[in-house]
């Protein structure tokens, strides 16, 4: 079965400073990879994903990140953080279970963002 | 574009009380899915649908059961509401037959059992 490993509970940055958010994941085959955004009081929204061809994918909000087959990994990244940025973020890796689609989360990585 | 709603925002329920998370999507989407996110512990998939008709356990059913009458809507029910019940509950929807496609969530429900 699938699973996503978030190794950060909480990450801690100053406003302006680049931010990497870590994601491992293990899975069989060629995997799905999402990275979804949660607002203090909202549900989640998706800032990007990746499904095949170039590594390095281009999200909302000025956000990218970069699949690492070698590694299992896709990390999370923005070059300069603002103080909205704050929220948790949460890695999901899709693929079929049993003839279902069933996305599988990591628990999350909650930013923090000093002024 | 109301995307996926859920009624309602807020509720307190004593314990034995029951009642219905409701959610509705108008994307059209065929696979609907629950939620608990508890703190700390990401998202736990409570139930899920792949169609109007067939519902299927996630991983934490126990204390819950749904319906999927209509490819709308995917009410959530609690019998017996425990302690252990109060979290925030998020309703989510997707175009299921493709493991590359996103899930679109509410904004979510949070309930206190007391």
């Known amino acids: 079965a699938q699973s996503v490993t978030q190794p950060d509970i909480h990450i801690t940055v100053s406003e302006g400073a680049s931010l990497e958010l870590r994601c491992n994941y293990s899975?069989?085959?060629?995997?799905?990879l999402f990275w979804y955004v949660q607002s203090p009081g909202q549900g989640l929204q998706l800032l990007l994903k990746?499904?095949?061809?170039?590594?390095l994918v281009q999200g909302i909000k000025g956000f990218e990140a970069e699949f690492k087959r070698s590694q299992s990994s896709f990390n999370l990244r923005k070059p300069s953080v603002h103080w909205s940025d704050a929220a948790e973020y949460f890695c999901?890796?899709?693929?079929?279970?049993?003839?279902?689609?069933?996305?599988?989360f990591g628990r999350g990585t909650s930013l923090i963002v000093h002024p | 574009n109301a995307g996926v709603t859920q009624t309602p925002k807020f509720r307190i329920l004593k314990i034995g009380q029951s009642m219905t998370l409701q959610c509705t999507q108008d994307m059209n989407h065929n696979y609907m899915y629950w939620y608990r996110q508890d703190p700390g512990m990401g998202l736990k998939l409570i139930y899920y649908s792949v169609g109007a008709g067939i519902t299927d356990k996630g991983e934490v059913p126990n204390g819950y059961n749904v319906s999927r009458s209509t490819t709308e809507d995917f009410p959530l029910r609690l019998e017996l509401a425990a302690p252990s019940q109060t979290s925030v509950y998020f309703c989510a929807s997707s175009y299921g037959e493709y493991s590359n496609q996103p899930q679109h969530f509410g904004d979510g429900t949070r309930l206190s059992i007391l």
């Open positions: 999901a890796v899709g693929a079929m279970t049993g003839g279902s689609y069933i996305p599988t």
């Open positions: 990746y499904f095949s061809g170039d590594t």
């Open positions: 899975y069989g085959a060629t995997p799905y």
